[in-house]
């Protein structure tokens, strides 16, 4: 047991309007679940949602920052992003927040999946079957 086991148990049930939550132990933090989608991510007493270029400036805007750890070589930045100390206070607050990172975590679910079914036909985003077709 980690001092972020009760953390976790605690943003668990801030997301519980949302969907099952659940965190799952991984890399010395913890995966953030809701409904099996990977949302979140807690590491270091710190709680980061996923976000996207399409949601990310919504978090910047906040005072938000990404997570970053230290890679041999240089500073990795992950596509997770801190929440506003306001959102860890209310289910009502945090919801927002969530909405994001859910919408994120789906929108790389589906580009996963696409690309997973373009490379079993040999394909790739750049070369759909149609283009492929006329040559």
């Known amino acids: 047991m980690t001092h972020d086991d009760g953390f976790v148990d605690y ?8 969907g099952q939550a659940q965190g799952r132990p991984m890399f010395g933090g ?25 949601c990310k400036d919504k978090f910047i805007k906040a005072g938000c920052e990404p997570f970053v750890y230290h890679g041999q070589e240089k500073p ?8 506003p100390a306001e959102a860890l206070e209310s289910e009502r607050e945090m919801a927002p927040w969530a909405r994001l990172a859910i919408a994120a975590a789906e929108r790389k679910a589906s580009a996963k999946k696409l690309e997973q079914k373009l490379a ?10 149609r283009a492929r077709a006329g040559k």
Request: proline share 4%.
């Open 76 to 83: 990795i930045t992950m596509s997770y992003w801190s929440v």
């Open 11 to 18: 943003l668990c049930e801030l997301l519980l309007p949302l």
């Open 30 to 54: 913890y995966g953030v679940y809701l409904d099996g989608l990977m949302i979140g991510l807690v590491i270091d007493g710190g709680f980061f949602l996923k976000a996207d270029d399409l």
């Open 120 to 129: 079993q036909r040999g394909e790739t985003k750049a070369e759909p079957r």
